[in-house]
Nanobody
Framework: QVQLVESGGGVVQAGGSLRLSCAVS????????MAWFRQAPGKEREFLAA????????EYADSVKDRFTISKDSDKNTLYLQMNGLKSDDTAVYYC?????????????????WGQGTQVTVSS
């Protein structure tokens, strides 16, 4: 079992930045793909970015690749999402997820573990 706990959400003005964190604990190993998703009110959950833990390879959704950066601190077992140039459309609950294995996937059903989510609100 893997536990994921997100933090770092909050209220930020448009154009501002936030860094989300996802603390990973439990039966962890190097063979995971970690990802960030978000879900805005009335919308489906959306893939944002993924990172292959063992090699650090990354993949991004086109909608955020110029503004968001996914990264990790292996010593702290923590995943990050640096978000710059935030817009009102970025307002959502942001989730961290883990998929066992080394294959990148944008499909939420392929992720085995999820955090509880952290709210990000961008005010205009």
């Amino acid at each position: 079992q893997v536990q994921l706990v997100e933090s770092g959400g909050g209220v930020v003005q448009a154009g501002g930045s936030l860094r989300l964190s996802c603390a990973v604990s439990g039966r962890t190993s190097l063979r995971y793909v970690m990802a960030w998703f978000r879900q805005a009110p009335g919308k489906e959950r959306e893939f944002l970015a993924a990172l292959q833990w063992i090699r650090g390879f990354t993949e991004y959704a086109d909608s955020v690749k110029d503004r968001f950066t996914i990264s990790k601190d292996s010593d702290k077992n923590t995943l990050y999402l640096q978000m710059n140039g935030l817009k009102s459309d970025d307002t959502a609950v942001y989730y961290c997820a883990a998929s066992a294995g080394l294959i990148f996937t944008r499909t939420q059903e392929r992720y085995d573990y999820w955090g509880q989510g952290t709210q990000v609100t961008v005010s205009s």
